[in-house]
C-alpha cells in the first residue's frame, strides 16, 4: 500500500500499473465510509500476495487527483491496468463486492510470471525470449547484470523502455558502472601487458598476473582476452 500524491499519482499509479494492476482508493479522514472501506480494500489486496497494489489518495492533500477523475464524493475506487482506468465504483461496497472487485484485477499466472519468481538469470533471459522488452523481466535483469558489474549490455535491454523513470534510473547507474570499469581497465591493462612476458618463468608475477585479473568483472570481453594471452603464454 502507498499514500499517493498530486506529484506522484503519474509514476506511482500510472507507470506502476504497467506492471501490476494499481487500485487507487480516495478517501478523506472525515468520510465514515472511507474508514469502514479502507480496511476491507487492504485486506482484499494483501491476499493477492503482491499481484495487485493499493494506493491512497487523501483528497483533502490532493485535490487535483480529485478533479482529474471528476470525482462529486467519497469513497471513490479506480483501478488501473497497464497505465488505464479500467474499473472502479463509488460509495461504499459490501466485503464481498470489494474482494470480487480485486479479484477480477488479479492477473493469471503464466509462464513469464513463473520464470519471473525465480529470478535469476537464466529464467529472466528466458521470460524475455518469451515477450520481449517486458518490462518488469528488463528491470529485473539489469539489476542482475548490475549487480555483477557486467553492465554493458544495459543500455540494449532497456532502449524500448525509455523515458520511463526506473529505466532512465537504471541506465544512469549502468553508465557509471561503465565509466568505472573503464577506468579500472584503463590502470589494470598495461600492468598485465607488462607481467606477460615474464608469466612463465616467474612465479610471483603470474601470481600478480592472476591477482589483477581477479579485481576485473569475469566476463568482460577484456578480461576474457586477458585470460587467454595468459593461457597462450604458459602453454
Same mark, same amino acid.
Given at each position: 500500500?502507498?499514500?499517493?500524491?498530486d506529484?506522484?499519482?503519474?509514476?506511482?499509479v500510472?507507470?506502476?500499473?504497467?506492471t501490476?494492476?494499481?487500485?487507487?482508493d480516495?478517501?478523506a479522514?472525515w468520510?465514515?465510509?472511507?474508514?469502514t /472501506?479502507?480496511p476491507? /480494500?487492504?485486506?482484499?489486496?494483501?491476499?493477492t500476495?503482491?499481484r495487485?497494489?493499493?494506493a491512497?489518495?487523501?483528497?483533502d492533500e490532493?485535490p487535483g487527483?480529485?478533479?482529474?477523475?471528476?470525482?462529486?464524493?467519497?469513497?471513490?475506487?479506480?483501478?488501473f491496468?497497464d497505465?488505464?482506468?479500467?474499473?472502479g465504483?463509488?460509495?461504499?461496497?459490501?466485503e464481498?463486492?470489494?474482494?470480487?472487485?480485486?479479484a477480477?484485477l488479479?492477473?493469471?499466472?503464466s509462464?513469464?510470471?513463473l520464470l519471473?519468481?525465480?529470478?535469476?538469470?537464466?529464467s529472466?533471459?528466458?521470460?524475455?525470449?518469451?515477450a520481449p522488452a517486458?518490462?518488469?523481466?528488463?528491470?529485473?535483469?539489469?539489476?542482475?547484470?548490475?549487480?555483477?558489474?557486467?553492465?554493458?549490455?544495459?543500455?540494449? /535491454?532497456l532502449?524500448?523502455?525509455?523515458?520511463?523513470?526506473?529505466?532512465?534510473?537504471?541506465l544512469?547507474?549502468?553508465?557509471?558502472?561503465?565509466a568505472?570499469?573503464?577506468?579500472?581497465?584503463h590502470?589494470? /591493462?598495461p600492468?598485465?601487458?607488462?607481467l606477460?612476458?615474464?608469466?612463465?618463468?616467474?612465479?610471483?608475477?603470474r601470481?600478480?598476473y592472476?591477482?589483477?585479473l581477479?579485481?576485473l568483472?569475469?566476463a568482460d570481453?577484456?578480461?576474457?582476452?586477458?585470460?587467454?594471452a595468459?593461457s597462450?603464454?604458459?602453454?
Amino acid at each position: 500500500m502507498a499514500d499517493v500524491t498530486d506529484a506522484t499519482f503519474e509514476l506511482d499509479v500510472i507507470e506502476r500499473s504497467k506492471t501490476v494492476p494499481v487500485i487507487v482508493d480516495l478517501w478523506a479522514p472525515w468520510c465514515g465510509p472511507c474508514t469502514t /472501506l479502507g480496511p476491507m /480494500l487492504e485486506t482484499a489486496v494483501a491476499s493477492t500476495g503482491g499481484r495487485v497494489e493499493l494506493a491512497k489518495v487523501n483528497v483533502d492533500e490532493n485535490p487535483g487527483i480529485s478533479r482529474a477523475f471528476g470525482v462529486q464524493s467519497i469513497p471513490a475506487v479506480f483501478a488501473f491496468v497497464d497505465g488505464k482506468g479500467v474499473d472502479g465504483f463509488i460509495g461504499a461496497q459490501s466485503e464481498a463486492k470489494v474482494a470480487a472487485f480485486v479479484a477480477k484485477l488479479v492477473p493469471e499466472v503464466s509462464e513469464v510470471d513463473l520464470l519471473l519468481a525465480a529470478g535469476d538469470e537464466a529464467s529472466l533471459r528466458k521470460a524475455l525470449e518469451l515477450a520481449p522488452a517486458h518490462p518488469a523481466a528488463s528491470y529485473a535483469l539489469a539489476k542482475v547484470l548490475l549487480n555483477d558489474r557486467r553492465a554493458a549490455e544495459v543500455p540494449e /535491454l532497456l532502449l524500448a523502455l525509455v523515458p520511463d523513470p526506473q529505466a532512465e534510473q537504471l541506465l544512469a547507474e549502468a553508465a557509471a558502472v561503465l565509466a568505472d570499469l573503464d577506468h579500472a581497465f584503463h590502470q589494470v /591493462l598495461p600492468q598485465l601487458d607488462e607481467l606477460l612476458g615474464s608469466v612463465k618463468v616467474d612465479e610471483a608475477a603470474r601470481a600478480t598476473y592472476l591477482q589483477l585479473l581477479e579485481t576485473l568483472p569475469s566476463a568482460d570481453p577484456r578480461t576474457v582476452a586477458a585470460r587467454k594471452a595468459l593461457s597462450a603464454r604458459l602453454f
